[in-house]
């Protein structure tokens, strides 16, 4: 017997007799042979929300795959197609069906047997009681019943078909409908895994976090975009700036104002007061060209506030960066290295012809000043980020589901890169006077995103936590960026297009290297002969012929584009991972049309999959981390199951 004997007494309250003690050995058991449940993996959302949802609903395709495996040629694809959407979008296809079906009882009756049958299907690597709980407590007892009794049973047959009816006849088949929908789309997935950037580019982060706080079972391993609104949420200026500034660079003001409530009416005020007769032609919104939602006032006012905020984003960057000297990032300040009587910037001893040269609030003795009106606007600006109540929450949901990376299930999942040498070792990263590198290096920054928002923070460390967020926006050595330099300034002032360059460290020139995925997945202490690295945060430019699968399938790179503002560029509209009990499938999207497109005319994401790895053995719960867990708690059950035995504890009998 190993187990602490005050454990097993306090194991005892639970299972306080042989028998309560051997029955939970007997379902433990039994769970671990079930087929492993199914994991998704999603990267770099960027607010499209729509897409997000939908692939949600439609479990990467998986719903639609088997739905055409249980009825096969018995239906039409017409009604596979309408059974699919129903299962996707059950109240709102509901209202459509029951305006143009002329018998709506006999419908009913099908689609109700149908749906059990999809919902039996999903339902089958579970356990009765882990679908029981899953199941709308109003029609649990009906859902049940139906899941496990069959029409063939000739015996149960007419059981089964006045329950049915039953339904129908109550008035309650629209409900149940939504029920059982809901339940198809819950199990379908069991464990979601977003790699991080939810938020920026798309209109509806805040959707994506609602309908995450709703989740059943997810996690979070967080990205860029995600440390930048943290940062934001903690009171970072910089980053405050920054998220104002992508917002308005892809005319996206929905999450900002919809979402959270932040007032942009004091930016657009200061923006024409300032600019106003200023073409603030670089600072034009990136639209899509079959984009109609802006006249043209509304862009040119964009741009002024684009304008506007950048100026002053590189004002506060700049007064972080002299406060933080041992970042080595003075070289950012490039205010300062402008000749404003030649209309250059020098940057690293040459000079570059700037493509304008207005800017009536930058002071030439003094650049990095706010002015009067810039500080006031800040502060409104700050303000305004610190009493968002639903921000604040959304910070608070990725700060309870996340951090920097995760360990599941052999997998390791982190969204950008792991810093290394130029040899491929893992590199020493200094914050606070201390080294750290690999897994250390990531728990660390994950303490210190969580040390800005704990109460009892020490003050010190609250203020280096609070400007931690800009490092880890566009630090050189961040785990979250990991290039040479944020070429913003050059990119909206600058001709020469070769200051542009953000050159790339090393995880991303190595990473096709078996040996240093390998190293890195030793230094995190994954095991196991299939074990792998799953992230997203850079294209994969699939339209080239990018393979997302590198290092000899060690590595796998997920994110293909999600926000549309990507798709030219990669020619797909993003890619999902599910890893089921046979292996990874590499699910391929094109882009998605509309909710209101997939209700009315049956539209689905359409998809392509790739076989990543298949298990020579069908997985069980046994070969998971869930897996491990249950031996664990047997080995204590058994060991209590001694101690009854043996009279080193007595049962709690009634």
């Not at 917002?247 to 900002?256: E, H, K």
């Not at 000297?325 to 030649?342: A, G, K, S, V, Y």
């Not at 290394?420 to 897994?439: M, Q, R």
């Amino acid at each position: 017997m190993n187990t602490d004997l005050r454990y097993l007494h306090l194991l005892s309250n639970t299972y306080p007799t042989v028998a309560d003690a051997a029955s939970e050995i007997i379902n433990l058991e039994a769970i671990q042979n079930l087929p492993k449940s199914t994991e998704h993996f999603l990267a770099d959302l960027h607010g499209e929300h729509e897409a997000f949802i939908h692939v949600l609903k439609n479990a990467s395709g998986n719903i639609k795959r088997k739905v055409g495996e249980i009825f096969g040629n018995t239906i039409r694809e017409t009604e596979k197609k309408e059974l699919c959407t129903l299962i996707y979008y059950p109240e709102q296809k509901l209202e459509l069906i029951k305006a143009a079906e002329e018998d709506l009882d006999d419908w009913y009756r099908i689609t109700i047997h149908q749906l059990v049958r999809v919902c039996r299907d999903v339902s089958s690597k579970y356990t009765r009681s882990k679908v029981r709980k899953n199941l709308p407590e109003e029609f649990s007892y009906i859902i049940e019943e139906l899941l496990h009794e069959r029409t063939d049973d000739q015996d149960k047959a007419a059981y089964v078909a006045v329950i049915v009816d039953t339904v129908i006849s109550t008035g309650r088949a629209d409900d149940f409908i939504v029920a059982i929908c809901n339940v198809i789309q819950r199990l379908a997935i069991d464990q979601l895994h977003i790699l991080g950037d939810i938020y920026d580019r798309g209109p509806g982060a805040h959707i994506i976090l609602d309908t995450l706080r709703q989740y059943h079972s997810w996690d979070i391993q967080w990205g860029n975009h995600d440390i930048l609104w943290m940062g934001a949420a903690a009171g970072n200026d910089a980053c405050i700036c920054n998220v104002l500034r992508l917002s308005l660079r892809y005319a996206n003001l929905a999450t900002l104002e919809e979402g959270y409530g932040i007032n942009m009416v004091p930016l657009a005020t200061f923006a024409l007061e300032v600019y106003g007769n200023d073409p603030c032609e670089e600072f034009i919104p990136k639209l899509l060209k079959d984009d109609g939602r802006l006249d043209e006032k509304t862009r040119h006012l964009i741009a002024k506030m684009h304008k506007a905020i950048a100026v002053i984003q590189f004002k506060t960057e700049a007064a972080i960066f002299n406060r933080r000297p041992e970042w080595q990032m003075n070289d950012r300040n490039l205010l300062e290295h402008i000749d404003f009587t030649n209309q250059t910037c020098t940057i690293d001893g040459k000079e570059y012809a700037m493509k304008s040269c207005h800017f009536p609030t930058i002071s030439a003795d003094n650049p990095n000043a706010l002015t009067p009106e810039e500080d006031t606007l800040m502060k409104k600006l700050h303000h305004s980020f610190r009493v968002s109540e639903k921000l604040r929450k959304h910070i608070r949901t990725i700060l309870s589901h996340g951090c920097m990376y995760t360990i599941c299930n052999q997998n390791l999942l982190f969204h950008a890169s792991i810093p290394l040498n130029d040899d491929g070792t893992l590199k020493n990263v200094e914050i606070l006077g201390k080294s750290y590198a690999g897994k250390e290096l990531m728990s660390y920054i994950g303490q210190l995103v969580r040390a800005a928002f704990q109460s009892d923070t020490p003050a010190d460390l609250k203020e280096y936590a609070k400007d931690y967020f800009l490092y880890l926006w566009c630090g050189k050595e961040s785990p979250l960026f990991d290039k040479s330099k944020m070429a913003t300034f050059e990119r909206y002032f600058l001709t020469d297009k070769s200051t542009y360059q953000e050159e790339k460290g090393n995880y991303f020139k190595l990473r096709n290297s078996e040996d240093v995925c390998d190293r890195i997945l030793d230094a995190f202490e994954v095991t196991g002969a299939n074990r792998h690295i799953i992230n997203g945060h850079v294209p994969v430019h699939a339209s080239k012929g990018e393979n997302p699968i590198k290092a000899g399938g060690k590595l796998m790179v997920i994110d293909g584009g999600f926000s549309e503002a990507y798709h030219s560029e990669t020619g797909i509209a993003g890619y999902t991972l599910v890893y089921h009990s046979r292996g990874f499938v590499l699910v391929q999207h094109e882009p998605f049309t509309s909710a209101q497109d997939a209700i009315l005319r049956g539209t689905d994401i359409k998809s392509s999959t790739q076989i990543v790895e298949m298990s020579a053995h069908r997985m069980l719960v046994a070969d998971t981390d869930k897996g491990e867990e249950l031996r664990s708690q047997i080995s204590e059950l058994k060991d209590l199951l001694y101690a009854y035995r043996h009279g080193i504890i007595k049962e709690k009998r009634n």
